[in-house]
């Protein structure tokens, strides 16, 4: 640190006040957003702050600080910081601090179900400033040209991610869009067994056995691309119906999800049992699973679903939903290998920008620590 800098307690330099709270139901309007310890949740038609640092006081994520640039109002879930003296910390110079210390201040959360943050230790951060404002206007002006390069690479590395994306969607969608004249067009229940899930004893759950126990809670349910996560829990073939089991190959979803997933492709061999919460496709020996798949990833299943309180999909939800395939058995398996080389470019693809993103991330942590270890 320069020795031209000063150090001082947060709470000796910068107001800190909570936000006032607030709930849709009764205070809800239209104006302006309202903030807590994370984004926009709702409006009002009143606020309270003004351009000004929000920091996560409830519900803490990894993410607990932001500068909002705008007219809003800071629920009870969030406190805004300010500098007493403006002649002493600048508000620009202070919110870059805060951002470099969030990874800090996180660690100051205490509860494990829900992340609250320990004020009176968040009020005795030490603050670092030079004593020039001047000083301090030169620091951010580096690091708000610094910023604006990384946030426009940033920019353009998701973009790229979505425009990979996007090329497997599109084909996709051409192949299921543009059928030739030999394929077959079926209701799902014409060319599919629809089987939902069955309720299972606990005293049948066992650490081995034939048949795998996947229950609703075991799915990732993170868009389409859902992968099946650990499951210990397996029933013996003895103690169940035939009719339960589902075959390898079927098409695996929740009822009141978005995410589908096959115990085939997800690398489950085994025959599998799934709980109340899903349903499973079981295809005919017309259709490949894999092709099934493919074809169920263009399907939004939250349009498929039924009810109002507790929106889900049932065997009848598919009365009215056909799919167009390939009377050819061989034509199926060139259309998986040309997804599968494609799916698997498209990842590929995906984990560079990716990795683009985190390193672009890291770079910001980089310069950060260089401008408040006195070497900018």
């Known amino acids: 640190m320069k020795s031209t800098w000063k150090t001082k307690k947060l709470d000796e330099i910068c107001n800190v006040e909570y936000g006032t ?60 910081v300010s500098p007493k003296d403006t002649n002493e910390i600048s508000q620009d110079f202070l919110n870059l601090q805060l951002f470099y210390l969030n990874d800090y201040i996180y ?26 404002i001047s000083e301090q206007q030169r620091i951010v002006k580096i690091l708000d040209e610094a910023f604006e390069k990384i946030d426009k690479l940033k920019q353009n590395a998701e973009k790229n991610l979505q425009n990979s994306k996007n090329i497997f969607k599109s084909y996709l969608e051409n192949i299921f869009t543009n059928p030739s004249k030999d ?31 996947l229950k609703v809670g075991d799915m990732n349910l993170k868009g389409n691309e ?22 390898e190959g079927s098409i695996i979803f929740p009822k009141r999800g978005g995410a589908i997933f096959t115990n085939k492709r997800r690398k489950i061999v085994k025959p599998t049992i799934v709980d ?46 056909f ?30 920008y990716k990795q683009k993103l985190v390193d672009l991330e890291e770079l910001k942590k980089s310069i950060l620590n260089k401008a408040f270890s006195g070497e900018l």
């Open 21 to 80: 709270r607030v709930v849709r139901k009764v205070d809800g309007g239209t104006i302006y957003p309202v903030y807590g310890g994370g984004g926009k949740t709702f409006f009002l038609d009143r606020y309270n702050r003004e351009n000004c640092f929000v920091v996560a006081r409830f519900a803490m994520s990894e993410q607990c600080t932001r500068f909002v640039k705008e007219k809003f109002f800071l629920n009870d879930s969030g406190l805004s």
């Open 107 to 132: 660690s100051l959360a205490r509860g494990t179900a829900q992340k609250n943050l320990d004020v009176p230790k968040f009020r005795e951060i030490d603050i670092s400033y030079p004593n020039s």
């Open 183 to 213: 394929w077959g067009n079926k209701k799902i229940g014409e060319i599919c067994s629809i089987k939902s899930g069955t309720t299972i004893s606990p005293k049948l759950e066992k650490q081995t056995g034939d048949i795998l126990y």
């Open 226 to 247: 859902t992968e099946i996560l650990y499951s210990s829990r397996f029933i013996d073939s003895n103690d169940l119906n035939i009719s339960q089991i589902i075959p």
């Open 276 to 321: 109340l919460n899903t349903m499973a496709l079981v295809p005919s020996n017309l259709l490949i699973s894999d092709f099934l798949y493919y074809w169920f990833l263009r399907i939004d299943l939250k349009e498929l679903s039924n009810g109002t309180s507790i929106p889900q999909i049932n065997n009848y939800s598919f009365d009215n939903i």
């Open 323 to 352: 799919i167009s395939y390939p009377k050819s058995i061989s034509e199926q398996k060139e259309i998986i290998n040309k997804l599968d080389k494609l799916l698997e470019q498209t990842k590929k693809l995906g984990l560079i």
